[in-house]
């Protein structure tokens, strides 16, 4: 059973950085794409990065120049480093992965919370 565990989240000041990551397990072979969306409260699930497996990465516009994804095949890790957080950047991190059959899974999120 493949399991996607995220880590990292926390309260930061504005203008401060978080990493965080994601450890997937139990699987067999490397997923073509993972990445990461985020919820904030009382807003829908949306896109912050994805990387496809040896190829380009995809940044929402929100996050584009501050937020830097990248994932150790070895490791079946993906990691989000995030600087000059804003207090919009708050809200429940999730990490995916999708197989190229189009199967996908989820983490249960981690929690980023930033201050003015």
């Known amino acids: 059973q493949v399991r996607l565990v995220e880590s990292g989240g926390g309260s930061v000041q504005a203008g401060g950085s978080l990493r965080l990551s994601c450890k997937a397990s139990g699987i067999i072979y490397p997923f073509n794409e993972m990445g990461w969306y985020r919820q904030a409260p009382g807003q829908q699930r949306e ?7 040896g190829g380009s990465s995809n940044y929402a516009d929100s996050v584009n120049d501050r937020f830097t ?3 150790d095949n070895a490791q ?3 990691s989000l480093q995030m600087d000059r957080l804003r ?3 708050t809200a429940d991190y999730y990490c995916y992965a999708r197989r190229l059959t189009g199967v996908e899974y989820w983490g249960k999120g981690t929690l980023v919370t930033v201050s003015a």
């Not at 896109?47 to 497996?53: E, F, G, I, P, S």
């Open 69 to 71: 994804i990248s994932r």
């Open 87 to 89: 207090p919009e950047d």
């Open 47 to 53: 896109m912050v990065a994805t990387l496809v497996d």
């Open 76 to 78: 079946n890790t993906v």
